[in-house]
């Protein structure tokens, strides 16, 4: 084992059981995102530092991003995110799209973070925008879209729940405790630290950051505030109309959801595991000023990204994957009984594939026992035995491999009595 190479720090090799997981995740990705009207896109996985170095903040351009000078001596970096690539497209064909737009993506992203339970340097992500829109209506329809994963993919409003804040909120209560305007950024970042750190070493970071002890203890209180809210009247309208999607359960305000990037312009949120055993499983808001950044004109926004990794960890731990995820695609397994039946198996199996079927056909001579192992362990339900005694009566046996039970009939029928065996079989 010594001598085999060790896959990069912080990616992933996804066996087939793990790929399952993960495409598991991404049907109910898909179906959400349709379900709400949007579009599938994508962009490139390489975009100049540049593209992220205005808006998406320090920390994220010179401290998590893979950069290296391409052959030409221009500096790239694999992508972090997609919304600054996603405001560059549209700002390329702004005057040629169709608006609003509600666009999605799923693909890989890479940061070079320090990898540990829930984080890793590759990872998977889907992405939602809603582009054109400046209004309390668009964000609540983006937050609902969020909840309505969490609550399709089994997780319960008791296990998971989406913490809503908003920006221009914190920046007037900011205001009113005389903190410029040249450094909420960074308290908006010390904000959003407040349940990372002790209280002790986030007062010692916000004493750094240069707040005093009474604008110290003012953000403390307005942290503290949770009816705070009420004096925003993008959350007020946002609150009712959340009401309507169905979801205002999964929906609750949080005044310390701040989002560490620095675009976000209004109203943002983050969905949480009530227990707080991860990072956030998903975050976004309103961005209104990206798209003109990147050239274009000014044109509104809102969206949120969901990582791979927390949100798997969370569905796991409430046993919300189904076991059978990780199973064979095949359903039925055709026997080999000799060399002499090799052939009639292999036109069986043709057979069940052209009805619908997904179907595996042992791939050598092997006693039937082995081969119904191997159909039990890959999470088959049904073994198709072909004897010489079945070929020379027109037969065929069908074996449940869950219950033992086989019946011998027909050849004819064996299409018809394998598909109600695995509906019977279906969960109801």
Known sequence: ????????????????????????????????????????????????????????????????????????????????????????????????????LRWWSWGPFWRYERPQKGRSREFFQWNIDLIGVESPEADAEMAAIAATFLQRAGLSASVATVYVNNRRLMDSELEGLNIPLGKRPEVFRLIDRRDKLSLEAWEAYAINVGLSTSQIDGVLTILSDKDLWQKSTDLVRFFDVIKSFGVKDYIQYAPNVIRGLDYYTGTIFEAWANEGKFRAILGGGRYDNLVSDMGGQPLPAVGFAMGDMVVRLILEENNCIPEDVKHSPAQVLVTVFSDETFSASSKTAARLRQAGLNVVCYPEIAKLGKQFKFGDRMGMRVAVILGPDELENRQI??????????????????????????DDAKPS
């Open 1 to 100: 084992m010594t001598n085999i190479v060790r896959p990069v720090k912080g990616t992933r090799d996804f066996y087939p059981a793990d790929l399952a997981v993960r495409n598991w995740i991404y049907k109910y990705v898909r179906d959400v995102s349709e379900t709400f009207g949007y579009q599938e896109f994508d962009g490139p996985f390489l975009e100049s530092i540049d593209l992220y170095a205005a808006k998406s903040g320090d920390e994220l351009v010179k401290e998590q991003s893979f950069v290296f000078p391409d052959r030409g001596g221009d500096l790239v970096t694999l992508r972090p995110e997609l919304t600054p690539s996603l405001a560059r497209m549209v700002s390329q064909r702004q005057h040629q799209l169709v608006y609003p």
């Open 397 to 422: 046996a069908v074996k449940d491999l869950h219950t033992g039970k086989q019946e011998i009939l027909p050849d004819s029928e064996a299409v018809t009595y394998i598909q109600n065996l695995l």
